[in-house]
């Protein structure tokens, strides 16, 4: 591996050649240094313009000695730098095959398009939760992090249809929209949700309009860090409590949660009340809400409220329990 220490060596090396080489045709031959130094690179280049001035038998051994010595030292750091780009460019071509393999072989994962600071934060979260991603950035400057990440990533504009389609948009089942462009964001979306129609899309919008455009375009949700960052600073002064419970609820690593679990078509709890699920009295965890099958969420839902098919069981509880839960709902 070349380093800088080595590039520096190599640098020092060539510059001590030139100056000697020049030095010894002062010294022999009795020239001023500047038609030494011509010599000296003409004969290191092997331009072969000729000599300055006519050289004695001494002067035509000494160019000799330096034509071997210096095209030696030239010979090495030729190639050195060219083993380098060439294991490079083939080392380059070999991650991005193994990447593309990888890519291939993932289902079920998500597709976030932007690497900057908020497409970041959301590869992590999902990342933590266990979920396969694969991330799209056009700026190379971003291979560097993405490598480190250990994501699975292409070097690519998302707003083209063979760059998602690469990404395996087909098989994914979710996609985030968060490049730095609303423009981008739409264009991102509307091809994405005309690839695939089950997709869940996610979309940042920052622009007047770009909510609505967004939404048009087949987002299933438009977000807007903005207007989120400023309404939570809003929420820790209005109402400090519940949002400290809120961050707690959500971050991994404490031993309650707030989670959404699916019921399954081949749950036994299908078609009873809550009363009798169990899931207060066996498992301890509170049921804030449930999300029907087309859309309709009940808040606090009594205990006469039967279970679904197609439900989405919002509850609070030790992770362990919420665990239970899944297995339950099948």
Same mark, same amino acid.
């Given at each position: 591996?070349? $380093?800088?220490?080595?590039?520096?060596?190599?640098?020092?090396?060539?510059?001590?050649?030139?100056?000697?080489?020049?030095?010894?045709?002062?010294?022999?031959?009795?020239? #001023?240094?500047? #038609?030494?130094?011509?010599?000296?690179?003409?004969?290191?280049?092997?331009?072969?313009?000729?000599?300055?001035?006519?050289?004695?038998?001494?002067?035509?051994?000494?160019?000799?000695?330096?034509?071997?010595?210096?095209?030696?030292?030239?010979?090495?750091?030729?190639?050195?730098?060219?083993?380098?780009?060439?294991?490079?460019?083939?080392?380059?071509?070999?991650?991005?095959?193994?990447?593309?393999?990888?890519?291939?072989?993932?289902?079920?994962?998500?597709?976030?398009?932007?690497?900057?600071?908020?497409?970041?934060?959301?590869?992590?979260?999902?990342?933590?939760?266990?979920?396969?991603?694969?991330?799209?950035?056009?700026?190379?400057?971003?291979?560097?992090?993405?490598?480190?990440?250990?994501?699975?990533?292409?070097?690519?504009?998302?707003?083209?249809?063979?760059?998602?389609?690469?990404?395996?948009?087909?098989?994914?089942?979710?996609?985030?929209?968060?490049?730095?462009? #609303?423009?981008?964001?739409?264009?991102?979306?509307?091809?994405?949700?005309?690839?695939?129609?089950?997709?869940?899309?996610?979309?940042?919008?920052?622009?007047?309009?770009?909510?609505?455009?967004?939404?048009?375009?087949?987002?299933?949700?438009?977000?807007?860090?903005?207007?989120?960052?400023?309404?939570?600073?809003?929420?820790?002064?209005?109402?400090?409590?519940?949002? $400290?419970?809120?961050?707690?609820?959500?971050?991994?690593?404490?031993?309650?949660?707030?989670?959404?679990?699916?019921?399954?078509?081949?749950?036994?709890?299908?078609?009873?009340?809550?009363?009798?699920?169990?899931?207060?009295?066996?498992?301890?965890?509170?049921?804030?809400?449930?999300?029907?099958?087309?859309?309709?969420?009940?808040?606090?839902?009594?205990?006469?409220?039967?279970?679904?098919?197609?439900?989405?069981?919002?509850?609070?509880?030790?992770?362990?329990?919420?665990?239970?839960?899944?297995?339950?709902?099948?």
């Amino acid at each position: 591996m070349i $380093t800088l220490q080595r590039i520096f060596l190599w640098i020092v090396g060539l510059t001590a050649i030139i100056i000697l080489g020049s030095l010894g045709y002062v010294w022999l031959e009795g020239w #001023d240094f500047f #038609d030494g130094l011509y010599m000296t690179v003409n004969t290191l280049t092997t331009v072969g313009f000729g000599e300055v001035h006519p050289l004695s038998r001494l002067g035509r051994a000494y160019t000799m000695a330096l034509l071997l010595l210096g095209m030696g030292f030239l010979f090495y750091v030729v190639t050195a730098v060219a083993q380098v780009v060439v294991e490079g460019k083939i080392r380059e071509a070999l991650g991005k095959r193994k990447l593309q393999k990888q890519i291939k072989k993932i289902r079920n994962h998500y597709i976030i398009c932007g690497f900057g600071r908020i497409g970041e934060i959301v590869a992590r979260q999902l990342a933590q939760a266990g979920l396969p991603l694969v991330v799209i950035d056009n700026d190379p400057a971003a291979s560097e992090r993405l490598e480190s990440s250990g994501y699975n990533f292409l070097v690519a504009d998302a707003t083209r249809e063979e760059v998602l389609l690469e990404a395996g948009i087909e098989r994914a089942k979710g996609l985030v929209a968060v490049v730095s462009s #609303d423009a981008g964001n739409v264009y991102i979306t509307l091809t994405a949700r005309s690839l695939n129609p089950s997709l869940f899309i996610v979309a940042r919008g920052e622009g007047l309009g770009s909510h609505k455009k967004l939404l048009r375009a087949g987002a299933d949700r438009v977000e807007s860090p903005h207007e989120m960052g400023g309404r939570k600073m809003a929420h820790t002064i209005l109402r400090p409590t519940v949002v $400290t419970l809120m961050e707690l609820a959500m971050h991994e690593g404490v031993e309650w949660s707030m989670e959404e679990v699916v019921v399954g078509s081949s749950s036994p709890l299908l078609g009873l009340p809550l009363k009798d699920t169990g899931i207060r009295q066996q498992l301890n965890l509170i049921l804030v809400a449930i999300k029907r099958a087309d859309g309709e969420l009940l808040f606090n839902p009594t205990p006469q409220t039967a279970i679904q098919a197609g439900d989405t069981l919002i509850a609070v509880g030790l992770r362990s329990n919420l665990e239970a839960l899944e297995k339950m709902l099948g």
